[in-house]
């Protein structure tokens, strides 16, 4: 097989096998497009190198099946770091899963400046050098390399992704902490259009929006950043104010995307659970009062933000990952 050919054929397999699957060569032809040949010998690289191993079974006959392949998931670990607010606090959550989403590491840490995120990743990247990829996300975005639209004094400007490749040696990804939530709703859902709003306790809101299961971000990456529709808005604002901020941004969405569904999460200090049901049973009517001729979308308030965000920068790790793979251009 010509080095090119080889190369090739192996990002190709490698990267059929990131969805965490298993499978036979014939599997692996069919999707690939190479011939059994080239799969065999990519497959018995990938064996020797632990990047897969064989899983053997029995039919009910006691005949052989195929032989099935499945990743070594100890062999591809992600980073991630999360940056969200804890009780009104920036905080920072770093973890190191499998590709079976497995965690491995789980800790906290409120030193938010860029010599403790070196240093909190240079250690897990010590201790777990099968990290592939780190992905980061921030309450900000990352433009022309740098951090930008953020409340963190000591991350603000600072070309934070370059600084770690050079160290870390490993691809990383920055993504807004809507966005990855975002990201992390839309594998639970099939919608081809959904929109996300963001209200954090004692920061500003924050939008995404989803089409056919990839994120718009727009031509500097900060499409979502709807505070600056708001110019009246506060970081602290009562349950009258949240309601009447959220009818507001709700029928800006309508009217600009018109999306299947929009999800919206909000802290329990401004919509506790008890009341919830009332309170978007009135926002739908005041937005029923406005849209008469079109069908509301499906909106639904969430309490599982970190959940999803945490999701969202596992799927961005497995991208992350993938586009390695395939020599796919990173748009950070």
């Known amino acids: 097989m010509k080095r090119?050919?080889?190369?090739?054929?192996?990002?190709?397999?490698?990267?059929?096998?990131?969805?965490?699957?298993?499978?036979?060569?014939?599997?692996?032809?069919?999707?690939?497009?190479?011939?059994?040949?080239?799969?065999?010998?990519?497959?018995?690289?990938?064996?020797?190198?632990?990047?897969?191993?064989?899983?053997?079974?029995?039919?009910?006959?006691?005949?052989?099946?195929?032989?099935?392949?499945?990743?070594?998931?100890?062999?591809?670990?992600?980073?991630?770091?999360?940056?969200?607010?804890?009780?009104?606090?920036?905080?920072?959550?770093?973890?190191?899963?499998?590709?079976?989403?497995?965690?491995?590491?789980?800790?906290?840490?409120?030193?938010?400046?860029?010599?403790?995120?070196?240093?909190?990743?240079?250690?897990?990247?010590?201790?777990?050098?099968?990290?592939?990829?780190?992905?980061?996300?921030?309450?900000?975005?990352?433009?022309?390399?740098?951090?930008?639209?953020?409340?963190?004094?000591?991350?603000?400007?600072?070309?934070?992704?370059?600084?770690?490749?050079?160290?870390?040696?490993?691809?990383?990804?920055?993504?807004?902490d809507v966005n990855a939530a975002l990201v992390g709703f839309g594998t639970r859902h099939t919608s081809s259009l959904i929109s996300a709003l963001y209200f954090p306790e004692g920061y500003y809101p924050g939008s995404g929006l989803l089409v056919n299961h990839t994120l718009f971000l727009g031509r500097h990456g900060i499409s979502g950043e709807i505070h600056y529709l708001f110019p009246w808005i506060h970081t602290t604002m009562s349950a009258a104010d949240f309601k009447q901020n959220l009818a507001y941004a709700l029928s800006i969405m309508i009217s600009m995307y018109n999306p299947e569904v929009i999800v919206v999460y909000a802290s329990e200090g401004l919509l506790q659970r008890e009341r919830r049901l009332r309170f978007i049973r009135e926002v739908k009517a005041s937005l029923s009062d406005v849209f008469k001729a079109v069908e509301l979308p499906d909106i639904r308030v969430e309490e599982s933000f970190s959940q999803d965000f945490k999701s969202g920068l596992f799927q961005s790790g497995l991208t992350l990952i993938r586009d390695e793979l395939n020599g796919v251009e990173r748009s950070n």
């Open 4 to 176: 090119e050919q080889r190369v090739s054929s192996l990002n190709a397999v490698k990267s059929v096998f990131l969805s965490g699957l298993s499978y036979t060569q014939k599997d692996l032809a069919r999707t690939t497009g190479f011939s059994i040949v080239s799969v065999s010998k990519t497959v018995d690289e990938l064996c020797k190198s632990g990047f897969i191993r064989r899983q053997n079974s029995l039919d009910s006959t006691g005949g052989r099946k195929p032989i099935v392949y499945v990743i070594d998931e100890t062999k591809q670990l992600i980073a991630t770091v999360m940056i969200r607010e804890i009780k009104t606090v920036m905080t920072m959550e770093l973890s190191v899963v499998t590709l079976q989403q497995a965690m491995l590491v789980n800790r906290f840490s409120t030193d938010l400046d860029v010599e403790s995120i070196r240093r909190e990743l240079k250690g897990l990247c010590r201790e777990y050098p099968a990290i592939k990829g780190v992905v980061i996300g921030i309450p900000g975005v990352e433009i022309q390399d740098q951090l930008e639209i953020m409340d963190i004094t000591g991350l603000l400007q600072i070309r934070l992704r370059p600084i770690l490749e050079e160290d870390l040696e490993r691809p990383v990804r920055i993504i807004n």
